[in-house]
Each structure stands twice: as structure tokens, then as C-alpha cells.
């Protein structure tokens, strides 16, 4: 091959190697405009609402209990804390915290950690602690049981106990012991076919508490914890309960 041909030949390898890392460069692009063009979603942007999210509302740890969080709704000086049964969380509750809010009072609302009735005296701890005024526990079957066992220990008592559907044992102690120490007013209410024992444990409760200011109300039906506000009678019981004794 004569030299003229392999300066040809050179020359045509050296332009297609240029040209190939020009093409190389353009369709890697750099790593920072790649990030520019498919921006991440934050965290904030991607978190689901809580559920009381349309009622406003603050939530503040209670110290001494890890994980303990208590959502507080409203405002003003008549407080409701509300405790939850074994197969709820505190979302099922908003439908009455709602009404209890258009009443005035200001709701209290967690779920628990640990033991429901120790859960239960420390958020009224926190609570107190902060600056609340008159404060009622009110609960559905293993919160009726969680707000009668703390009822009983806080000192001083509740301004108002509200006990929908308690059973005979909270976690596998005897609640008739705590029911006979609750001193404060108490509204006991149940079913009178309630098929988880509530029936006589609510009587039981009602009739050994010293309470001066009690009340009981037994509705027909199987209706159990939170199902018994369904009935507007009992629903008004306790909201004119709970006018009377927080001030």
C-alpha cells in the first residue's frame, strides 16, 4: 500500500474515533442535570394525613411514657378524654369528638403503647400538668375498663367518669376492685343482652363505686362500647353528663 493510502486511512480512523466520544458524551449528560429533570417527592409531600387532619388540632408526646402521643382537638377549659377499645384506634372516636367539639368541650385522643389503664393516668397527668382545666375519661369496653382502673388512681379524680360497656377484667386483672374506689361522678351504661359480660360487670360497677353522683343505663339490644352512642338517648345522657360535671 502506497504511503499516500495510509494517510488516507489514518486520517478517516482518527475523524470516526472523534466522532464516537462526541456521541458517547452527549447521550451520558452530567449527574447533576439527570437529578435536576426527575426531582424526588418529599417526605412531607408523600406522608398520608392523619385522620383527624380536617378537625385542626395539635399532638404532643406525654413524658414518662415512650411512644405515648395524645392528638388534642378544640380548645377551652372542659376537656374529654376519650379511651379506645382493644379493636379500635382513636380514629373510630371522631364521629363523637365532632359533636363534642360543637358542644364546646375539647377532646383528647390516643392510642395506647402499653397498658391501657397506666396509658390512660398519664395522659390526664399530661394533661393536668399542662395547664388543663376540668377533665372527664370516658371509654368503650376496654376503654370503659381503662378509664374506671384510672379514675381510681389519679388523684384527684376526674371531674366525670363515662364508662360504655366495661367488662369484668382489664388485661387479666379484676376491674370491681378500681370501681369500688371511684369517689368521683360516674355514668355507667350498657346493653342488656351484651354478649362480652358487660351486662352484669356494668351492674357489679355500678352498685360497689361510693360515688354520691352515679348514674346507670341499661338500653335493650347487643349494642357494645362506641355502638351504644348510636342510640340518641344514651347519646345525650352522656353529653348532659358531661355539661354537668365539667365546669
Request: glycine share 10%.
Amino acid at each position: 500500500m502506497s504511503a499516500s493510502a495510509l494517510g488516507r486511512r489514518a486520517a478517516v480512523a482518527a475523524a470516526s474515533a472523534a466522532l464516537l466520544l462526541a456521541l458517547a458524551a452527549c447521550s451520558a449528560g452530567s449527574p447533576s442535570e439527570g437529578a435536576a429533570t426527575s426531582p424526588t417527592p418529599t417526605a412531607a409531600a408523600s406522608a398520608p394525613k392523619p385522620c383527624w387532619a380536617g378537625l385542626g388540632g395539635t399532638t404532643a408526646d406525654v413524658s414518662g411514657t415512650p411512644g405515648l402521643e395524645v392528638v388534642l382537638l378544640g380548645s377551652g377549659t372542659r376537656t374529654v378524654v376519650i379511651s379506645n377499645q382493644s379493636d379500635g384506634d382513636l380514629c373510630v372516636w371522631l364521629p363523637f369528638a365532632r359533636t363534642l367539639l360543637d358542644k364546646g368541650f375539647r377532646v383528647a385522643l390516643y392510642n395506647y403503647v402499653g397498658n391501657s389503664g397506666e396509658n390512660l393516668q398519664a395522659v390526664v397527668k399530661h394533661l393536668r400538668a399542662s395547664g388543663a382545666g376540668s377533665i372527664a375519661v370516658l371509654g368503650g369496653s376496654e376503654g370503659a375498663k381503662a378509664s374506671i382502673v384510672a379514675a381510681a388512681a389519679l388523684d384527684p379524680q376526674p371531674a366525670a367518669l363515662v364508662s360504655l360497656s366495661p367488662e369484668v377484667a382489664l388485661q387479666r386483672v379484676p376491674v370491681e376492685p378500681s370501681a369500688a374506689a371511684v369517689r368521683c361522678p360516674a355514668l355507667f351504661v350498657t346493653g342488656d343482652d351484651d354478649g362480652f359480660g358487660s351486662t352484669p360487670a356494668t351492674k357489679t360497677f355500678y352498685e360497689v363505686s361510693p360515688s354520691t353522683d352515679k348514674k346507670l343505663i341499661v338500653i335493650p339490644g347487643k349494642d357494645h362500647g362506641i355502638e351504644l352512642l348510636s342510640h340518641p338517648d344514651v347519646n345525650e345522657a352522656v353529653l348532659a353528663f358531661l355539661a354537668e360535671h365539667l365546669t
